[in-house]
Structure formats: structure tokens, C-alpha cells
């Protein structure tokens, strides 16, 4: 895949590096979670560096003016493997029920769907304010959740975060959907 886009012009620069050494985090990530409660630690700081690491590859390529096909792919897929996988951590461990990580998960697929549709139809189905605050109360609420054995305060305030992103989840998608629903119009 990343070959691919090389041999399509994409230039293999510092952000796009950035993103591929937060893909190489996630497995790290996934491991130290498995160790005890220190795991907890080392884990949580893993998502933290990662989760650092999608604000300077972004911030990088538009500084540089290094924006690639190639980053533009990686990130978000960068962004969905490391949300997806302290979702399904936490959910496996009883910390927040399954059904709200399929909630999520379901939901990113939807949109992502319909961007795709979008790109296709020549549209673009841009990022709310809702959709902002999902993804800003999931990142809070996943950091402290990680740490949560350590200090059980952050179980407290990352679940009522958590839940809070919940929310917003389910009405930002029900938000691009209603956005994109001229995209199945025969109108297109």
C-alpha cells in the first residue's frame, strides 16, 4: 500500500515518517496494556506519545508544505487503529461496555463511508464542531481510562468524559448523515 502511493508520486517526507512510526507505537501499545498496572502506565504513555505524534505530523506537512496522498491516507487510518484499539482494550478489560466501542465504531465507519461517497460525487463532508468535541472528549476520556488502575479519580472523570463522547458520537453521525444525505439523491 505505502508503495503504492510512492509509485504514485507521494514523497516518503518527515510527517508521513512521523505517521508510520505512530502505526509501529500501536502494537507497543496494545502489549504494555497486558503487562498489570504498570502496563496501564507504560500504555498510557504510549497513546499519549502517539496520539502527540498526529499533531506534528499534521502540523509538520502544512508547515513544510509537504501535504501527500500519502499522508492524507495514513493519518486518519493512523488515528482510527490507535482509537480503535483503546476502545477495544478498555472493552475487553470492563471498563467501558462493548456496545458503546461497536457504537464507535460503527459510527467512524458510516462517515468514513460517506466521505468516501463524497470524493467520488466531488463533495466534501467536512468536519463539525460536534464532531470536534468527539473526537477532543474521546482522546481525554481513552488517556484517562488508561490510567485509571493508578488513580481511580480518572476512572471517575474519564467515564463521565467518556460518556460524554458517546453522546456526541451518536449526534455528530446522525449530524453527517443528515449533511450528506444529498449525496443518495438522484440529483448527484
Not at 74 to 87: G, I, M, N, R, W
Request: aromatic residues 14%; without cysteine; glycine residues 8%.
Amino acid at each position: 500500500m505505502i508503495t503504492f502511493f510512492i509509485k504514485q508520486g507521494g514523497k516518503m517526507n518527515l510527517p508521513n515518517k512521523i505517521t508510520i512510526f505512530r502505526l509501529f507505537l500501536i502494537p507497543i501499545f496494545v502489549a504494555l496494556f497486558f503487562i498489570g498496572e504498570n502496563g496501564y502506565i507504560w500504555s498510557g504513555i504510549i497513546f499519549i506519545i502517539a496520539s502527540f505524534t498526529d499533531f506534528i505530523d499534521g502540523y509538520l506537512a502544512r508547515k513544510l508544505n509537504e501535504t501527500t496522498n500519502l499522508g492524507a491516507f495514513l493519518d486518519p487510518v493512523a488515528d482510527k487503529v490507535l482509537v480503535f484499539s483503546a476502545l477495544i482494550l478498555l472493552a475487553e478489560s470492563g471498563v467501558i461496555p462493548s456496545w458503546s466501542v461497536i457504537l464507535i465504531i460503527g459510527r467512524e465507519t458510516l462517515i468514513n463511508g460517506f466521505r468516501l461517497i463524497a470524493i467520488e460525487k466531488g463533495a466534501v463532508i467536512s468536519a463539525s464542531y460536534l464532531g470536534k468535541i468527539k473526537t477532543m472528549t474521546q482522546m481525554i476520556s481513552l488517556v484517562l481510562l488508561l490510567f485509571a488502575p493508578a488513580l481511580y479519580a480518572f476512572e471517575v472523570i474519564g467515564l463521565i468524559i467518556y460518556w460524554i463522547a458517546v453522546i456526541a458520537t451518536l449526534i455528530s453521525g446522525i449530524e453527517y448523515v443528515y449533511q450528506g444525505r444529498d449525496l443518495f439523491s438522484d440529483r448527484q
